[in-house]
């Protein structure tokens, strides 16, 4: 299983990017997408989930400036970022899971590094 994220960069305050998350070796459309992310000196704390039926959750503080969706048909999840802050800061990681009787299932991505300027 493989799931490559890309996609960072170095932005300025109030603008956008674009991550892209390509996963390889799972059923794609039966797993539940999300996006961590991990500051210097901060725990890695969840950003964003669409669920296989296409439920989306946000962290409050991405709320209206984050977008989570996915293509099935591509076997890729994406995050836009818009009106981004500099707080915003951080190594984002791709995040796949599934739950099933036999217990969960969990696969993580590289982080890709997004830095944003003031």
């Known amino acids: 299983v493989q799931l490559q994220a890309s996609g960072g960069g170095l932005v300025q305050a109030g603008g956008s990017l674009r991550l892209s998350c390509a996963a390889s070796g799972i059923v794609f459309s039966i797993w539940t997408m999300s996006w961590y992310r991990q500051a210097p000196g901060k725990q890695r704390e969840l950003v964003a989930t669409?669920?296989?039926?296409?439920?989306?959750n946000y962290a409050s503080s991405v709320k209206g400036r984050f977008t989570i969706s996915r293509d099935n048909a591509k076997n890729t999840a994406v995050l836009q970022m818009d009106s981004l802050k500099p707080e915003d800061t951080a190594i984002y990681y791709c995040?796949?899971?599934?739950?099933?009787?036999?217990?969960?299932?969990?696969?993580w991505g590289q982080g890709t590094q997004v830095t944003v300027s003031s």
């Open positions: 995040h796949a899971a599934r739950t099933t009787l036999s217990g969960e299932y969990v696969y």
């Open positions: 669409i669920t296989d039926g296409g439920r989306t």
